[in-house]
């Protein structure tokens, strides 16, 4: 089996852990000197960095949460000044604020050896054209699997998203070998193939990388079979670093988290507590290397299990399940995360709408597809059909600015949507796993 960086890959079990416990008390020195939230944090818990001996010792620790992130709005929380930044990326907060992340030089070193592992545990060589149907942007899945793949020393082609045909053209013409993407835009472009009466075999494609969005076993086989390719999943948050934090190997059982980088463990959501390897809980990283931007147990709200096996493949790392769900209410649509919370903020200042609205996420074709129910007051339901329709226009090009996707509005009557005693519902997700 090929591995990126063989000697990290296979650490054994006693050297990792002390690699763990140095890079974790250097993190927390740098973080108690250098980021005044968690200097504050260490006060407020009675903690210095040295209290810290061993890595069980990081339960004392308290957890870092995306509200945190969004507290300390934009650079609050990067622990070296900007002018060491030298990349900034954002993800979809809570609400109409973005959380913002910064990486330093060694920082994105670190990132594209971390991606270029797991692409080639997916089978990317540099023999490879890599295909990368992720949108360029913000978003650190098209950039963070741009310079992991470039790092390979594979082609790389900057597709970026959008106009399923012309990809298509591109992956025939170019002879792309690994296509990079999310699940849902795979199958799209398996059955956007048959529509265009394009066999799998006129295309060159291997293996693909597919991401960013919970898929099962079910939708794996469909695409494997349709496009004749390999498929593996990886995860990564924008908060942590990016793509690169975890990924299966060929063998597709469980995603190696790269440990000498994160270090893991598993909550019980609702009291705080560690569970034991192989339980199911909510995960959460702490960042070991990371010098811009450090988080110190930082909850992914991503409900998995972790565990040690034997891989076949020979790393030793420790595995994470597909995450299974998530314990807030954020959706995610084609790959891009939606908080239900960020719709309310965008459409609070709109005039004639109510606070009440229904968001349902359905599939059309392979692609999920997202329609807003939204009251508005009683005078411009019954105004003219002009009127509304500006008022539509208005809140469509409104919620494109805060999600970053455009969902399909549709106004309805005053009191027509069904009212809840305590949370309201705000999603009903049609889409099946
Ligand atoms: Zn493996």
Redesign the pocket.
């Known amino acids: 089996m090929r591995m990126w960086q063989m000697s990290e890959e296979t650490i054994s079990l006693s050297e990792l852990k002390q690699l763990q416990l140095e890079r974790l008390q250097s993190t927390l020195n740098r973080v108690y000197n250098n980021v005044e939230f968690y200097n504050k944090v260490f006060n407020k818990y009675n903690i210095t960095p040295d209290d810290i001996k061993s890595l069980e010792d990081i339960k004392k620790l308290p957890f870092t949460t995306k509200q945190d992130l969004r507290d300390n709005y934009p650079y609050g929380m990067f622990a070296v000044p900007l002018k060491d930044i030298v990349r900034i990326h954002s993800s979809s907060g809570t609400t109409g604020k973005p959380t913002v992340v910064g990486y330093t030089k060694r920082d994105l070193e670190t990132w594209k050896n971390l991606v270029a592992r797991i692409m080639v ?1 997916g089978g990317v060589s540099k023999e490879d054209i890599v295909h990368i149907a992720f949108t360029y942007g913000l978003f650190t899945g098209g950039f963070g699997l741009h310079y992991g793949a470039e790092h390979i020393g594979a082609s790389v082609i900057p597709v970026s998203s959008g106009n399923t045909r012309r990809q298509i053209m591109i992956m025939q013409d170019y002879r792309s070998t690994v296509l990079i993407c999310t699940p849902s835009y795979a199958l799209h472009i398996a059955e956007t193939l048959e529509s265009m009466e394009i066999s799998k075999n006129d295309l060159h494609l291997k293996y693909g990388l597919l991401g960013s969005e919970p898929w099962g076993e079910k939708i794996r086989n469909e695409i494997e079979a349709k496009l004749g390719i390999i498929a593996t999943d990886n995860y990564g948050l924008s908060e942590i670093i990016g793509p690169g934090v975890s990924g ?2 060929l ?1 597709k ?1 469980g995603l ?1 988290i790269n440990e000498d980088h994160f270090y893991v463990e598993v909550i019980d959501p609702d009291t705080g507590e560690v569970l034991p390897e192989g339980e199911k809980g909510e995960l959460v990283i702490t960042t070991l290397t990371k010098e811009a931007m450090p988080l110190i147990r930082y909850r992914t709200r991503d409900i998995t299990r972790i565990y040690r096996d034997n ?5 030793t790392f420790i595995k994470m399940e597909k995450p299974s769900g998530r314990t807030d209410d954020m959706i995610i649509v084609n790959g891009v995360n939606i908080f239900p919370s960020q719709v309310e903020e965008a459409l609070k200042e709109i005039e004639h709408t109510t606070p009440h609205f229904m968001i349902y996420v359905k599939k059309k074709g392979a692609l999920d597809m997202m329609e807003i129910h939204l009251e508005v007051s009683e005078n411009l339901f019954f105004d003219e059909m002009k009127r509304q329709k500006e008022i539509l226009d208005q809140i469509t090009d409104r919620l494109f600015n805060y999600l970053g996707i455009k969902p399909k509005v549709k106004l309805v009557e005053p009191k027509s949507l069904e009212r809840f005693e305590g949370k309201a519902k705000r999603v009903v997700d049609e889409r099946h796993q």
């Open positions: 545990a299966e190997c063998y059982n190696h891989c076949k493949c020979g790393r």
